[in-house]
């Protein structure tokens, strides 16, 4: 099978069968997704749109951009992908389109795209600049329609982003907390919790910091105040119900769960709060 052949196959179906996903913190109550929907619709009706998620805590960014690093790598190749996560709509931050070597980013520039950005490799960047591109009255509180909505239709019709404004060397970043090891223990940050109430962790499954832990070793682990023994485990029945354990989650990283549980209430956890590891001698 020629790989390339298909890529090349693939971003040809993608010209006449675009593909915009959308990822907001705007909730299903409102009427906000609907409008951007309407807009792209309107631009380019043969578009194929995919709601990844639209219950993002409210300007939560980082929440978002785990999400989007984690779901856009399954998309085909050419796939745009649209995200309103902007707390800082109306202000000076940068409305921007990243290429990167499989798909395409639209959205503010607050981080919300960079970690999909950097885990894909990021070909060129630009900043949104021209007015033909956007709705002819730009809202101060709702660029997602006005702006963000009409670009990505626009880039779904077969217009290169160097079309939307000049080329720009460098975006922001999301800040995450540095994963450390001391005196056996790994250090790092509760960077999601699932809708099961499992505690994704920001410590890579092969840390730099630590060599693999082995299946079945004895851990503990410390959030806030709450301190839990448990073991590192390749399947959620390899404990009881309503025991703790540590597994390596779909996005490689170390997740804390419940069998058929929530970490996140044995914990009382939280995004952004501090976790602390205890792991095997010799490990770290």
Same mark, same amino acid.
């Given at each position: 099978?020629?790989?390339?052949?298909?890529?090349?196959?693939?971003?040809?179906?993608? +010209?006449?069968?675009?593909?915009?996903?959308?990822?907001?913190?705007?909730?299903? !109550?409102?009427?906000?997704?609907?409008?951007?929907?309407?807009?792209?619709?309107?631009?380019?009706?043969?578009?194929?749109?995919?709601?990844?998620?639209?219950?993002?805590?409210?300007?939560?960014? !980082?929440?978002?951009?785990?999400?989007?690093?984690?779901?856009?790598?399954?998309?085909?190749?050419?796939?745009?992908?649209?995200?309103?996560?902007?707390?800082?709509?109306?202000?000076? +931050? +940068?409305?921007?389109?990243?290429?990167?070597?499989?798909?395409?980013?639209?959205?503010?520039?607050?981080?919300?795209?960079?970690?999909?950005?950097? !885990?894909?490799?990021?070909?060129?960047?630009?900043?949104?600049?021209?007015?033909?591109?956007?709705?002819?009255?730009?809202?101060?509180?709702?660029?997602? +329609?006005?702006?963000?909505?009409?670009?990505?239709?626009?880039?779904?019709?077969?217009?290169?982003?160097?079309?939307?404004?000049?080329?720009?060397?460098?975006?922001?970043?999301?800040?995450?907390?540095?994963?450390?090891?001391?005196?056996?223990?790994?250090?790092?940050?509760?960077?999601?919790?699932?809708?099961?109430?499992?505690?994704?962790? *920001?410590?890579?499954?092969?840390?730099?910091?630590?060599?693999?832990?082995?299946?079945?070793?004895?851990?503990?682990?410390?959030?806030?105040?709450?301190?839990?023994?448990?073991?590192?485990?390749?399947?959620?029945?390899?404990?009881?119900?309503?025991?703790?354990?540590?597994?390596?989650?779909?996005?490689?990283?170390?997740?804390?769960?419940? *069998? !058929?549980?929530?970490?996140?209430?044995?914990?009382?956890?939280?995004?952004?709060?501090?976790?602390?590891?205890?792991?095997?001698?010799?490990?770290?």
């Amino acid at each position: 099978m020629d790989i390339t052949n298909n890529v090349v196959e693939n971003e040809a179906l993608n +010209r006449n069968h675009p593909i915009i996903t959308l990822l907001t913190d705007f909730g299903s !109550k409102d009427a906000y997704v609907s409008a951007l929907k309407g807009v792209i619709l309107s631009i380019c009706p043969e578009t194929k749109i995919i709601d990844i998620a639209h219950d993002i805590p409210k300007y939560d960014i !980082k929440y978002g951009a785990f999400l989007l690093s984690q779901t856009a790598p399954y998309f085909p190749v050419g796939t745009i992908h649209l995200v309103v996560i902007d707390p800082g709509v109306g202000t000076t +931050r +940068r409305r921007i389109i990243v290429k990167g070597k499989r798909n395409m980013y639209v959205g503010p520039d607050n981080g919300v795209l960079s970690l999909a950005a950097e !885990k894909e490799g990021s070909i060129k960047m630009v900043e949104i600049k021209k007015k033909q591109f956007m709705l002819q009255i730009v809202s101060k509180t709702f660029e997602g +329609r006005d702006v963000f909505a009409p670009v990505s239709a626009y880039l779904a019709k077969g217009y290169e982003i160097d079309a939307f404004g000049p080329i720009i060397k460098n975006i922001v970043k999301l800040a995450l907390a540095n994963v450390e090891s001391r005196n056996g223990k790994l250090v790092g940050e509760i960077l999601y919790i699932d809708g099961f109430g499992n505690i994704i962790t *920001n410590i890579v499954s092969k840390s730099i910091h630590c060599s693999e832990i082995p299946v079945g070793a004895p851990l503990t682990v410390s959030i806030g105040e709450q301190s839990k023994k448990m073991r590192l485990c390749s399947a959620y029945e390899a404990v009881l119900v309503g025991q703790p354990l540590m597994i390596i989650g779909s996005s490689d990283f170390y997740e804390i769960s419940v *069998n !058929k549980g929530s970490a996140k209430a044995l914990f009382q956890a939280n995004i952004g709060d501090v976790i602390e590891i205890s792991v095997p001698k010799r490990t770290c």
